[in-house]
């Protein structure tokens, strides 16, 4: 019955994440592995266990997007991984275990937890095209986030899965072509007055 109720989590999840529209297949693959892992534990040998978390880790750590999860109830972080040590600038020793209320100033901190809380209350993944983060030693970082709650056995929100990416430079490059673009079209626009202006003074003198 544990196994069957289980089994329904990893369904319910995995539709979240399929509807979500424009997740990522990593984003399906690693809810995916989390769960099976979660369902396998039951029957699996040792061995196997030890396997599949040595994967799973292998998966997370390496992967090159911030990859935390955070328990439901105390929005704490429980989870992170190398590539989220490497854009915050803090140790997962310092990260677990606590908050965003701990790393980040009051008011964006209240800002991620209030969106934490809302992909948990509407069971659905959140999709967070720009999201402004302080870190420790890069300055300003311009995130793509994913939340994705992730269920228990009892189909209730136990953790929050969240995949960041880092997209700052590409911001700004597009930024930079949009500017050039403007500059284009103003130039274009300052031709064709020019080309107007000759046109009737050529016309006045015939």
Known sequence: HHEQNQQASV????????????????????VFLQLYREIDRHTATQEKLRQNRDFLD???????VMVFIKDAATLRFIRVNNACEKVTGYSRQELIGKSDFDFFPEEPASWFIARDRKALENGEMMDIPVEKIQTR?????MLYTQKIPLFDADGCPAYLLGLSEDVTERLLYQDQIELKNQQLEQ???EVVRANRLKSQFLASMS
């Not at 369904?11 to 690693?30: D, H």
């Open 137 to 141: 030693h890069l300055g300003e970082r």
């Open 58 to 64: 292998s998966v997370i750590e390496n992967i090159p």
């Open 187 to 189: 130039r274009n626009r």
């Open 11 to 30: 369904r319910r999840t995995l539709s979240i994440v399929i509807t979500g529209g424009t997740v990522s297949v990593l984003l399906f693959i690693l």
